[in-house]
């Protein structure tokens, strides 16, 4: 018999009733949804917004600009963004 050059790629998947469920890093897990504000000010103090947002603010009120950026948080917690402005939380 020749040699041969065989690849191969290690996939870990576990079957599951005819499907498959893939395993992912931390790294590619869901990001968290928060309860609610208070729940997301201990990890996040001024807020989460998405990449491009900016505060709403009335009168000579100054914007929050120190909040943690990151759309697939804010995707997680939109219903947290009452003024619907891109920023959840935010607090100064």
């Given at each position: 018999m020749g040699s041969r050059l065989v690849r191969?790629?290690?996939?870990?998947t576990l079957a599951l009733g005819g499907g498959t469920l893939a395993v992912v890093s931390p790294a590619q897990a869901a990001p968290k949804a928060f309860k609610n504000c208070t729940a997301m000010h201990k990890k996040y103090p001024h807020?989460?917004?998405?990449?491009?947002?900016?505060?709403?603010?009335?009168?000579?009120?100054?914007?929050v600009t120190n909040f943690k950026v990151s759309t697939?948080?804010?995707?997680?917690?939109?219903?947290?963004?009452?003024?619907?402005?891109?920023?959840a939380c935010e607090k100064r």
């Open positions: 191969t790629a290690l996939v870990v807020g989460v917004g998405k990449k491009g947002a900016r505060d709403k603010v009335r009168g000579k009120t100054k914007p697939a948080i804010y995707n997680a917690n939109k219903k947290l963004d009452r003024d619907k402005d891109g920023v």
